[in-house]
């Protein structure tokens, strides 16, 4: 059975809650209003680690994640170098009115 206990004060709880999992104990703060919540809410962990149902649920949609995400990777192309080019461009032109600039410089 898990533990409840407050480590906050008598005005302002912070009940923190232990168990046990693989074997060694584990304390997290409950951030649960009351005792009797946090005793709730460690008895549902224990129970979930009883069951084997340790860790984050995988959610089912999450196949429809990843096709609209490696539709956004294959928009994305490099634009930093033609940035750069076009920058050092205007830089290069604005020079060549002042005085000189001895390298032209075009994107790829």
Same mark, same amino acid.
């Given at each position: 059975? $898990?533990?409840? =206990? ?6 302002? !709880?912070?009940?923190? %809650? ?5 074997? +060694?104990? %584990?304390?997290?703060?409950?951030? #649960?209003? /009351? +005792? ?8 549902? &962990? @224990?129970? +979930?680690?009883?069951? $084997? #149902?340790? *860790? &984050?649920? @995988? ?10 995400? @490696?539709? =956004?990777?294959? *928009?994305? /192309?490099? +634009?930093?170098?033609?940035? &750069? ?21 075009? !994107?790829?």
């Amino acid at each position: 059975m $898990g533990t409840v =206990f407050n480590r906050g004060t008598k005005d302002a !709880p912070n009940w923190y %809650v232990g168990y046990r999992e693989h074997g +060694r104990w %584990v304390y997290k703060p409950s951030r #649960q209003p /009351t +005792r009797a919540l946090a005793k709730r809410w460690v008895a549902e &962990i @224990e129970s +979930r680690i009883a069951r $084997g #149902q340790v *860790g &984050i649920d @995988e959610p089912d949609d999450a196949p429809a994640f990843k096709a609209s995400f @490696e539709s =956004f990777l294959a *928009g994305l /192309t490099n +634009r930093t170098r033609t940035t &750069i080019a076009a920058a050092a461009s205007a830089t290069c032109s604005r020079i060549s009115a002042a005085g000189s600039c001895s390298r032209s410089i075009s !994107p790829p």
